[in-house]
Structures are given as C-alpha cells and as structure tokens.
C-alpha cells in the first residue's frame, strides 16, 4: 500500500495543472432501479444506468471527452492459497490474506479505458481491475492478486468492457450492467466518472440495495442470529424430507 501511495504521489506531481479556464461540466444521472430484492426464483438483474452532461457554457476544447461507469459489490476478505507438489501430493504450501475485495465488479467506458483514463487519476480512484485492489510490487501479494482477478473473471464476477457506456452528442449517456445470479447482500457502490483527456473532471455516486426477501430472507436472518435453532430447523427440515421421500417411493413400488 505504501508503495502504491508513494506512486500515486509522484505521478500526481508530474501531471500537467488543469487549465483554470475550463468550463465547468458535471454529470447528473439516474438508476432504473436502486433495491434488489433476492428470491427464491431469481436469476440476476439488469440495471440501467443513465444521464447527461450539465455544462454552465459550451463545451471546453481541452481534449476529448469519456464516461466511465463502475459498479462495485461489498468487500470481502479474501485467503488466497499456493498449491505446490510435493512426493506427487499436492499440498498446501503458502497463503495470503487479501482484503477488500469486491464481491462483484463491473467496470465499463466510452472508449477502451487507456484512451480515456491516465494512470494517476486511475489509481486516485481506483478504476480500472488493474487498479481495483493493492498488490506490493515484488512480494507474494502480487501473484494472489493476479490469481484473484484471473479467478473472478472467469467466474464473470469481475468484467471490464471497453465501450460499455454509450454516449449521444456529447451530453446523454446509458450503460446497462447485468448482476449475476449469486449475489450476495449489501450495497452496490454506483460510480460515474467524466473525464477531459483521460483526467478525471467529475464523479457521481449512488447505491444500489440489494437484500434477500421472503422466506430466504427469514432463514439467512436466522442463520445470522440464531444458529443453533437454524441448525436444529434444517435437521428436522431434512428428516421430514427424507421419511417423505422414503414413503413415497414405498408406495410407487406398491
């Protein structure tokens, strides 16, 4: 971590001051929709997420323009696991602890991301997959993140689409993000960044709720809250299951 500050603080030196004469823009946006209720039958959601560019004049001639939206799920920690062989036994042989991870990550742009984002602003705000989540360059850390990425993205829970965001006449923007089947609960982190020749001149967040509902809802509250009745509930849900099952078939075979 101190090595990506050190960085960010060293590229934020040499980057070129912001013209004081720009035109102020500002981003003012919306979600189609900001709960999601998980059921028993849910199969994933899409959110559409959409708005325009607010200008006091007319557009600045500071170079091209980009949106950048990214959707982020809870963080989680993370223990990432070495396998090696040894005898012809694969074992165990190193760990690391990664926290903060996005449970779900989504990220998408205008145009590919390196022609509208510089590397400072992408670590300031942390963007890009690349630069979602620290690793310390040289150690053991850096080969479980890449494994974390590589995993996560293959699993579809990490994505990041060049472009993703449509833009009409430089003023209206739409991205539609597809939430996969498993989420988990608690607030989505919705971020919209505008940026001026891949520097960040604005930035807009919301939340999307996501919570369980229903029976799911009662049953992971119970998990939660009261475990040893959940346990001694799931035992007597699985006897009266099994001693159904048993006589039904016996009276099929009949």
Do not use: C
């Not at 959409?50 to 200008?55: F, K, L, S, V």
């Not at 602890?97 to 984002?117: I, R």
């Not at 850390?141 to 996560?152: D, E, F, G, Q, S």
């Not at 989505?188 to 001149?201: A, P």
């Amino acid at each position: 971590m101190l090595v990506r500050l050190a960085l960010l603080a060293l590229l934020a030196l040499a980057a070129p001051a912001p013209a004081q004469d720009t035109a102020p823009e500002r981003i003012v946006a919306g979600l189609s929709q900001s709960r999601v209720a998980i059921t028993a039958d849910f199969a994933g959601s899409k959110i559409m997420i959409y708005g325009a560019i607010a200008r006091e004049a007319p557009a600045p001639d500071t170079g091209p323009m980009a949106v950048l939206v990214t959707v982020e799920g809870p963080g989680q920690k993370i223990v990432v696991r070495r396998k090696e062989r040894h005898f012809g036994i694969w074992l165990n042989t190193a760990n690391e602890v990664v926290q903060d991870v996005p449970s779900f990550y989504a990220a998408a742009s205008t145009q590919t991301f390196g022609e509208t984002l510089n590397l400072t602003d992408d670590l300031r705000h942390g963007i890009t997959l690349n630069h979602l989540f620290s690793a310390e360059p040289g150690g053991e850390n850096v080969a479980h993140v890449a494994a974390i990425l590589r995993i996560r993205k293959n699993a579809d829970h990490f994505r990041q689409v060049d472009y993703g965001v449509m833009l009409s006449e430089d003023t209206l923007f739409r991205a539609d993000v597809d939430l996969p089947a498993d989420l988990i609960e608690g607030d989505y982190l919705v971020r919209i960044f505008l940026t001026r020749d891949g520097t960040v001149v604005d930035s807009f967040e919301r939340s999307i709720h996501v919570r369980k509902a229903g029976l799911e809802r009662f049953f992971y509250r119970m998990a939660q809250d009261q475990p040893l009745r959940y346990g001694f509930l799931s035992l007597i849900v699985a006897v009266v299951a099994g001693w159904g099952a048993s006589a039904l078939f016996a009276r099929l075979r009949w």
